[in-house]
């Protein structure tokens, strides 16, 4: 039977053969035929094509030289994304989802794609269900939130389905996969589970609409500006098409989109040597933004390795009365819903509730030799697989003397786990509040004292009644509390350092005691660690949003709340990256900006998260955020001198078809104002280490930079057009000219992009303007480029000297005001938080 030994080697070969292997659908990087067809294409690189005929067909074969520099950029991209791919995917089966699988009799551990149809495999704790399958054996819990949105837990016994793409939160089972592939129910609904993983990127937004708005314009400029020359001067037709090439040239950015791939692809290239894996290539600019970071205490500030450093025995008399008094209050809720039922029943009920046998044993309260023997047993029927779990293992060797009833696995919602076993009742052990929600004064005060020192808290309670499935038993009383502490990580101290000094504010999020979770942060060093607050008091959205703006330190946190946090800072307007390992974090990981996981931890965490740490070091996390605010910051200047270009580009084709006679480029003289101004610089620029912090902002500082530099440029080639044709009618001059005053300002606009001057920059700005007059002296003929006459040589140094004086000017005007509105925004955004914390 398949159930016995699973699959023979036989039936595995049939299946593969058959196709009926669990492939994703969505790998981490694209294909190389991928690669290459979205590197080549494009619609520019179609246009560009098209130019290149036009000018082939009219004879001008020396203007198409810029189709070298279109292939050169398609070239490296694809070369650059290739080689990153090689790297990721590698990193990326370090990470892979493994599934333990039972074939020939035997178990093994394979790569979840190696799954075939009708496997047997055995799932637990913090697993993600691979492929759709059937429970055997077994019962588990699972959450199926990234299918249906729903965060509530389903318990799951023999004969139920499992859906691919849920995870396990709670038991173990033996399953039989009944789907793979794309016959996977969460293969069914990829877009709606699986489009959370494309988180909105700023950067991507704002290349889009400059983009669109380019290709929406570039053609109808084009046509208008051919049929002015043609029809209306009446040049000749290689003349008019010549000179329609370089406007629409001009307009292109060419290198923008290869550059902003180029960059980011380097990037997640960078961070994989520093052992980070890159699943969302944009979520490195959105990591950059981010202004609030949640953090999951355990593997992150701490190592996730804990301890049992002492046991505290109770006595469950000392209890007792409180406890009574809640069995009390639940029969006298009793006795109101149903007046039917008489006093001495009722009296009764509550004396059955612990018998007085049972009374005096519980008064007498264990010893340290029979507390251990009860932990023993209740390690060897747990299944539970975490940190905590751990450490009770190796302190408490599992032993099974006792038959057991059944168990109730630890669940992140309950925060407690436990064993029902025959003839000795209850035995559950978990946080103090979720075992006695009522409260009991005396034994918070215990806890309470413990947990300020910075002890983690297990309370071992127990019952003579069995419970009912996973619900508290009545007559529950503390027999001991558990301590335990975490090791926090060497490097957290630094880290938390770090981010403080960015400004980003640190929350730390666990399902701990808070008091317990505040003493330990604040050994870690975080900022504001006493402002904490008990998650179970929060119940309201309202309170939600006051306690995520007011705190730094949240515990009993359920993973429904960290969700809910995350949400609540985001509506409050805050970039959110939330860090976690667990199967309680993956919830809040989706609906973060950024998540990231740590590969010690679940597969479901790992599937969700954006970046996976491989070595699960948080230290890496500045690294990351330095890297993102590299690639941004780089791209943003660079775009800047892009859109110089096609901003005086698409100006002085409007003034041509309103004003002028003829254009005043060709599309080889274009091509080196490309090159020297634009494509070289800001490539070798591209790789300085601008760590600078960001905003969200982008759109409005490429303009902001672009349009100074543009709008000069577009006045000065337009006084030079001016003159041209009232005064010397050449256009040989007109040529030379505004190739001389455009080449210019095009590097003072580098200049004031780039400033402040470093040494590195001077060399390669006044490297370029070198290179630049050197081409335009010693490529006359081939620039088409012509002596000038007296009068047109003042004028064009009059306007090289007063031009970048003038792009300076406008340049600080618009930074001037454009501080003023940051500094009004902010004050109002701040006035908004205080009357909302008020």
Known sequence: MVKMTGLTSEQIQKRIEAGQVNISDSPNTRTYKQIIRENTLT??????????????????????????????????????EVRAKKTIDKLAILTANKAVVLRDGKKWSIS????????????????????????????????????????????????????????????????????VGKDNYASQITKEAKEFKKHNSELRNALNKILKVISIIILPLGI????????????????????????????????????????????????AKRKTLVQELYCIETLARVDTLCLDKT?????????????????????????????????????????????????????????????????????????????QNLMGVLSDSNATADALREHFRPVREFTLDHAVPFSSERKYSGACFEGRGTYLMGAVQFLFPKRNKKLDEICQEYAGKGYRLLVLAHSSQTADGTKLPQGLLPCAVILLTDVIRQEAPETLAFFDSQGVDLKVISGDDPVTVSAIAKKAGLKNAERYVDAT?????????????????????????????????????????????????????????????????????KNIANVVLLDSNFGAMPHIVNQGRKVVNNIRTAASMFLIKTIFSVCLSLLTIFFGE?????????????????????????????????????????????????????????????????????????????????????????????????????????????????????????????ALEFGMIILVFML??????????????????????????KEKKQGKLRKFIR
Request: net charge negative; aromatic share 8%.
């Open 299 to 375: 593997g992150t500030i701490t190592e996730g390795s804990m301890c049992v450093e002492q046991v505290i025995l109770l006595e469950p008399a000392d209890f007792q009365e409180d406890c009574q008094k809640e069995e009390s209050e639940k029969v006298n809720l009793k006795k109101k819903e149903s007046q039917e039922i008489e006093t001495q029943e009722i009296e009764d009920a509550v004396k059955e509730d612990v018998p007085d046998k049972e009374r005096e044993d519980v008064r007498k309260g264990m010893s340290m030799d029979e507390l251990n023997h009860v932990m």
């Open 800 to 825: 090289m000297i007063f031009s970048p004086v003038v792009i300076d000017a406008i340049t600080s005007l618009l930074r001037k005001m454009y501080l003023r509105s940051m500094e009004r925004g």
């Open 224 to 271: 208008m500006l051919f049929y002015k020359q043609f029809y209306m001067v009446g040049d000749s037709f290689k003349n008019s098409v010549v000179s329609t090439v370089a406007a629409v040239l001009g307009m292109i950015p060419e290198g923008l989109v290869l550059l902003t791939s180029v960059a980011l692809t380097l990037g997640a290239l960078s961070l």
């Open 43 to 80: 619609f520019f690189n179609f246009l560009n094509v098209v130019l290149l005929v036009l000018v082939l067909v009219v004879g001008s074969y020396k203007n198409s030289m810029f189709m070298g520099i279109i292939i050169i950029n398609t070239v490296i991209g694809i070369v650059q």
């Open 112 to 179: 979840t794609e190696e799954l075939v149809l009708d496997d047997v495999i055995f799932l637990k704790s913090g697993d993600q269900v691979p492929a759709d399958a059937v429970v055997l054996e077994g019962s588990v819990e699972v959450n199926e939130s990234l299918l249906t949105g729903e965060a509530d837990n389903l318990v799951k016994t023999v004969k139920d389905e499992l859906f691919s793409g849920s995870f396990v939160t709670a038991g173990e089972a033996c399953c039989q996969v009944i789907h």
């Open 662 to 786: 003829a254009y005043p480029f060709e599309p080889i003289q274009m091509s080196l104002i490309s090159a020297c101004a634009v494509g070289i610089p800001t490539f070798l620029l591209a790789q300085e280490f601008n760590y600078e912090r960001i905003d969200k902002t982008f759109l409005r500082h490429v303009f902001m930079n672009a349009f100074p530099a543009a709008v000069t440029i577009t006045a000065c080639v337009f006084v030079v057009m001016l003159v041209c044709q009232d005064v010397y009618h050449s256009n040989a001059m007109l040529n030379t000219a505004c190739v001389l005053v455009t080449g210019w300002n095009y590097m003072a606009a580098l200049k004031t992009v780039y400033s402040p001057l470093t040494r590195f920059r001077k060399v390669i700005i006044y490297g370029m303007q070198l290179i630049f007059f050197g081409c335009a002296l010693i490529l006359q003929k081939l620039l088409n480029l012509r």
């Open 537 to 605: 008091k929060i119940s309201s959205p309202q309170e939600m949003e006051r306690a995520v703006a007011e705190c730094s330190v949240f515990g009993r946190v359920t993973p429904q709340q960290k969700k809910e946090m995350v949400l609540a800072l985001k509506k409050q307007g805050h970039t959110v990256a939330m860090t976690g390992d667990g199967v309680n974090d993956v919830l809040a990981l989706k609906e973060s900006d950024c998540s990231i996981a740590m590969a010690s931890g679940s597969d479901a965490a």
